[in-house]
T-cell receptor, first 111, second 115 residues
Framework: EDQVTQSPEALRLQEGESSSLNCSYTVSGLRGLFWYRQDPGKGPEFLFTLYSAGEEKEKERLKATLTKKESFLHITAPKPEDSATYLCAVQAGAAGNKLTFGGGTRVLVKP | DTGVSQDPRHKITKRGQNVTFRCDPISEHNRLYWYRQTLGQGPEFLTYFQNEAQLEKSRLLSDRFSAERPKGSFSTLEIQRTEQGDSAMYLC?????????????FGEGSWLTVV
């Protein structure tokens, strides 16, 4: 059974204080690893998909990396608007299959 | 707007009543997914469709839950004889299901409160 574990559960940062979120996974036949951002009371918003170890993707202050066992989401010089829950999910087998999510990391960036 | 649309956004119901949620996927997306999310947890998979065919159902989907996708367009998720434990946000998502169209997009969710 596919498993995803995210750490830490919560992260409090000062504005400008860079940090990293971890997503460890166990999956048979990784198709893709997805990162989403979720604001309170809203649905997950797609950020990145990573397909193979060594791949990296960037968007504004966010950078996602992937190894064979884990993924990191680096937040560089965060701003208060980066406060959200960040969700990691894996997809096994074929494209279009279901996602298995971790529990998320709640990030709070204080000004 | 061509995003995933869910209705209603909020529903309060009494225990034992039936509720139905509707999801309209992004146009031309042939894969449609239902997830459930409780406070402080990640989304949990319930079921998904390719066109009108229901491909997989989670153990979480008890016999009180039923999902349909007639004609491969919109989908409905019905919960019969609701229980307080059914209180959660029900998320719908869609994708093209292949190649670079593998990105899975979520709607804003339908909140269910069972009192």
């Amino acid at each position: 059974e596919d498993q995803v574990t995210q750490s830490p559960e919560a992260l409090r940062l000062q504005e400008g204080e860079s940090s990293s979120l971890n997503c460890s996974y166990t999956v048979s036949g990784l198709r893709g690893l997805f990162w989403y951002r979720q604001d309170p009371g809203k649905g997950p918003e797609f950020l990145f998909t990573l397909y193979s170890a060594g791949e990296e993707k960037e968007k504004e202050r966010l950078k996602a990396t992937l190894t064979k066992k884990e993924s990191f989401l680096h937040i560089t010089a965060p701003k208060p608007e980066d406060s959200a829950t960040y969700l990691c999910a894996v997809q096994a087998g074929a494209a279009g299959n279901k996602l298995t999510f971790g529990g998320g990391t709640r990030v709070l960036v204080k000004p | 707007d061509t995003g995933v649309s869910q209705d209603p956004r909020h529903k309060i119901t009494k225990r034992g009543q039936n509720v139905t949620f509707r999801c309209d996927p992004i146009s031309e997306h042939n894969r449609l997914y239902w997830y459930r999310q409780t406070l402080g947890q990640g989304p949990e998979f319930l079921t998904y469709f390719q066109n009108e065919a229901q491909l997989e159902k989670s153990r979480l989907l008890s016999d009180r839950f039923s999902a349909e996708r007639p004609k491969g367009s919109f989908s409905t998720l019905e919960i019969q004889r609701t229980e307080q434990g059914d209180s959660a946000m029900y998320l719908c998502a869609s994708s093209l299901g292949q190649g670079i169209g593998n990105t899975i997009y979520f709607g804003e969710g339908s909140w269910l409160t069972v009192v």
